[in-house]
Structures are given as C-alpha cells and as structure tokens.
C-alpha cells in the first residue's frame, strides 16, 4: 500500500456525517445510503468505518460491519471520489479494512458487488478475493429493473513478519 495513501486513512467521526452522505450521493446511483444509516454507522454499529482524507478532504470510505459471535466480517461498502480514483486508494482502504477485521478476530471478509461493476471486481480480484455466489436479481437497477450480482470471500490472515 503506499505509504501517502495508507497515512491518510483515518476512522470517521460522527463529524464526517456530512462528507461521507455527499460521497455516498456522489458514487452511488441505487445503493447510496440514507443519512440515518450513515449516522448509525459512524456512532452506533458494531462496525468499522474508515475514511481516507487527502488534502483535509474526504475522498474515500469504507465500512466493514461484525456480528456477534461470528468470525466473519463483511465489507459492507467502498467508495473513492471520482476524481481520486485510479490511484490505488480503494486498494489500500480494502487492506485498512482487512486489518481492522483481523484486529476483530474475524478469519474470513465477505462482500458483494454488481456484476455489472467490473472496477469493483477488479480491485476485489486484485486484492485476492473468490467470487463464490452469483447473485441473481439481487441489486436493485434504474427503474424497477433487478441486477445481478456475485458474492465474494477472502481468508484473511496476519501480515507476515
Ligand atoms: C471501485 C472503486 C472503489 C475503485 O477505487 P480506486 O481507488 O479507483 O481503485 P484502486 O486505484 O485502488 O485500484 C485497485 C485495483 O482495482 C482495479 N480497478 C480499479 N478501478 C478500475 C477500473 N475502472 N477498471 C478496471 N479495474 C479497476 C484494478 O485492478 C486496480 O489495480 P491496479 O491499479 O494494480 O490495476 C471506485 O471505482 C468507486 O468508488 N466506484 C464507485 C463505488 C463502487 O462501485 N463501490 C464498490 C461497490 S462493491
């Protein structure tokens, strides 16, 4: 990961609320999340939420949720701005994020994406990850079209010395 970017990832605060919602309009036509689940999630979920800030400016999150008992975490949603995609931010907020889940004692991350989506894949393939579940009508498309999508897992393990 490059040292400027994995410098500049931070946990959010509730304080972010409002430049991650306007990240989330920016990068998310159907799945962006509501401001109430963003507040849920930077206060209250038993989750991670990370944000990587580039010149004091949120260009990127990601969110990682943990259920109770259950050693396996799921990415729950990335994001990069537009204009900083490209240079290898999502790939180390996904490593930031594998972090925090091992910190967790989780073992495995699981995620989804459109199939439709060939950059998310692509960065998920990059990063090692097993696409293992086609997901049929699963994402809600424009109008009351359903897309596919795919189910992807990766065992996380420890960096090694
Ligand atoms: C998907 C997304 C998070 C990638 O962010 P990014 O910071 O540009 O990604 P990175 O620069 O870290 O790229 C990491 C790897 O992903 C892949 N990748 C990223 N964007 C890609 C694209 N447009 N086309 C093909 N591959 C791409 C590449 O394999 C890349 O590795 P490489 O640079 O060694 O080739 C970004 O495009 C985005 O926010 N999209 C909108 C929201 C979204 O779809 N989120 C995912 C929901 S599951």
New binding site residues.
């Given amino acids: 990961m490059p040292g400027a970017v994995s410098n500049a990832i931070r946990a959010a605060r509730a304080a972010d609320l409002d430049a991650v919602a306007a990240l989330e309009a920016a990068?998310?036509t159907c799945d962006a999340q509501s401001r109430r689940s963003l507040r849920h999630l930077l206060t209250r979920a038993h989750a991670d939420f990370l944000v990587c800030v580039l010149n004091e400016a949120i260009v990127?999150d990601v969110v990682v949720l943990y259920r109770r008992a259950s050693r396996v975490a799921r990415l729950y949603s990335?994001?990069?701005s537009d204009a900083?995609?490209?240079?290898?931010?999502?790939?180390a907020l996904l490593a930031a994020a594998e972090a925090r889940a091992l910190v967790q004692g989780c073992t495995l991350m699981r995620?989804?994406?459109r199939a439709s989506?060939?950059?998310?894949r692509?960065?998920f393939a990059?990063a090692g990850y097993r696409e293992t579940t086609p997901l049929c009508d699963y994402y809600q498309g424009p109008g009351a079209r359903r897309e596919d999508g795919v189910r992807l897992e990766k065992i996380l393990s420890p960096p090694s010395e």
């Fill in positions: 990068c998310f990127a990335i994001a990069v900083a995609r490209g240079r290898g931010i999502a790939a995620a989804e994406a989506n060939h950059a998310s692509a960065l990059r």
